[in-house]
RNA sequence: GGCCCGUUCGUCUAGGGGUUAGGACGUCAGAUUUUCAUUCUGAAAACAGGGGUUCGAUUCCCCUACGGGCUGCCA
């Protein structure tokens, strides 16, 4: 067993980020304390010109609430290997650039992105399907391979802009085994010789991740599949910094999909077909447009998570339903799948209904309170206690209850106009008012005890109780659904059903 | 286009040379709760196609098809 594991979440801060990333910390943090290892995030924010503002914030925040914090790293407590923002590392990078040049493994280029742009089209119209800077056509750029020594001391010393590229061996086999997808083979004359370092003075992804890989000794680089054509690259670098033998092993992951059709789930998705894509709500800095976050859509964090780790690995049991610290200790990365896994957001609110019938009446209670307070609702806690264990077979979410329970605490305002279409002729109006009076001598009103008058009144008056007894039902909650009635009636006591059936039986026969 | 990765019910997936190909979501049907939006039971539903290898292939190999990713001084 390795020892000493230590893996990063990397994301940039263009923006909120989105469950495909969370995932992918997700994975990172099981695996870490699977192998009682060291979970990193670092924010790597080497384009500046994607930078977005409060992005950062929003990464911290989101694993916060997602239960998966970060042992070391931005926004939880460095460590001994910072910073851990790449632009505070920036100084770090160019000696590694340097190295690569000394030992000619990289050269300056000093072609404008203009020239580059006619290059390309130029192997375009000569019928190049993918033009790239490699192995060919760097010998007919601007750059210190082409120019003499002087003329490159003359541009470096005069300022002009350049940038630093890996100079790609011709034709070599470069290949690594993958922990989720076993051997890749890559042909090196498929690579271009890919910028390290930028004429801004930052270096690209390429570089930066792995020098600081390599700086905080990264064991294992858990990421997205869409990093899986650059890998060889990144293994290239480590075997001409030889940094080889501490290389971390890769595992990349399969992508999440989007619901309908195919592609990768983007950030667009989620409005379009109506869920979230992001954990917590964010608001664009730049353009003030929303998206929703599963937090504010009522979301347990736990579920969120559990539908996240279920999405593209599987424990090999039945099991569905995991609290973090099983998934710590059922999770491996040998049983990450290798193909993409669409998003099922039905599924979801499955997950999420199966967290809310795990919490207990006053945890309901406790989570329904702040919006039952908003709408001046003054009630007995034990009596929302028993709302809440009715309620909580019913619904997905806690912010469903009001809507299905709004007649604990306040009488309809409305009928169900089907029910009333279907279900009120003169025999249910002699039902209601004969089970009216019957109610109010009961000297106790349990559920048993109503629902053996209810039957009572039935036979009595020779109606099947299935034509009765959701009008009986709308009379009181409004709606023609919900948790069992005999319950509903016990719980809102004499004086209040009395109260209700009186104006049902004066107000529904004007209605519709 | 090129390179890379992938392909088991509609979806997430288990399995793996000989299985009634298992589970979950969703769908549908019955039951029960003499209502329902719960619960229970059940059903329909899959190995992309073609070649090999093999006594036998869904499983191993090859090809094709399809899907996806990448192809920036983005990450």
Redesign the pocket.
Known sequence: MEKNVRVRF???P?GPLHMGGVRTALYNYLFAKKMGGTFILRI?D??Q??FVAKAEEYIIEALKWCGIPAAEGVGFGEGAYGPYRQSERKHMYKQFADILIEKEHAYYAF???EE?EQM?ENLKKAGV?????NAITRHSMKNSLTLSAQEVQHKLESGE?Y?IRLKVPRNEEIKFNDII??W????SS?I?DK?LY???G?P???L??VVDDYLMKITHVIRG??????APLHVLLYRFLEWEEVMPRFAHL??I?R?D????LSKRDGDRLGFPVFPLNWTDPETGENSTGYKERGYYPQAFLNMLA???W?P?T?Q?IFSLEELVSAFSLE?V??????F?P??T??FNQQYLRRQTPPQLAQAWMPELIEKGINADSVFIEKVCSLLQ??AHFINEFWS?GFYFFTAPAEYDKEVIKKRWNEKAVLFLETFHNHFLTLSESSSAEI?ATF?TI?EQLQI???EV??LL?VAITG???????FEIISLLGKQEVSNRLKMALDKIPSYA
Not at 225 to 230: A, D
């Open positions: 990397a994301p940039s263009t790597e080497t384009d010109t994607r072609d404008t992105p580059l390309r399907a993918a033009p790239q800077y802009p940038v997808r076993g890749v083979v890559v042909q498929n271009d910028v930028k004429s801004d930052m690209t992804y390429h930066a991740n599949e869409e990093w899986l054509p650059s399969p992508l999909l619901p059709g195919n592609g990768k279920l999405l593209g599987n090999g039945n569905e049983r799948s290798k193909s993409g896994a669409k099922d039905e599924k609110k499955w077979e019913k299905l629902e039957k039935c099947k109780p299935g007894m959701q039902r709606l023609g659904g919900g948790p069992a009635l």
